[in-house]
């Protein structure tokens, strides 16, 4: 079974960093698209960053210059490298990858997410 475990978040005052990190486990073949979403109370999840296999990446308007995102592909994790960290920055971030793996009835492809890690910044 494929699982994906964020840790990194915390309590951050306005103009602080973060680091968050993933990894998958499982028995996985391969991982595509890995990227970072994030959910306020009562906004839509929205994607944050995002990276291919190639290392090619894509950001919000609302985190350009402020976020990086990386990721290892020998150690099937990825990391969102948060700088400037604004109160609206608050939220719960999750890891998103899409992933071929090895299952009971042969190899699957699909979507995975993490469980979710706080990140709460105050003013």
């Known amino acids: 079974q494929v699982q994906l475990v964020e840790s990194g978040g915390g309590l951050v005052q306005a103009g602080g960093s973060l680091r968050l990190s993933c990894v998958a486990s499982?028995?996985?073949?391969?991982?595509?698209?890995m990227g970072w979403y994030r959910q306020a109370p009562g906004k839509q999840r929205e994607l944050v960053a995002g990276i291919t296999s190639g290392g090619s990446t894509n950001y919000a308007d609302s985190v350009k210059g402020r976020f990086t995102i990386s990721r290892d592909n020998a150690k099937n994790t990825v990391a969102l490298q948060m700088n400037s960290l604004k109160p609206e920055d608050t939220a719960v971030y999750y890891c998103?990858?899409?992933?071929?793996?090895?299952?009971?009835?042969?190899?699957?492809?699909?979507?995975?997410w993490g469980q979710g890690t706080q990140v709460t910044v105050s003013s």
């Open positions: 998103n990858a899409r992933i071929t793996s090895r299952q009971t009835m042969g190899l699957m492809t699909g979507g995975y």
């Open positions: 499982g028995r996985i073949i391969s991982i595509n698209d």
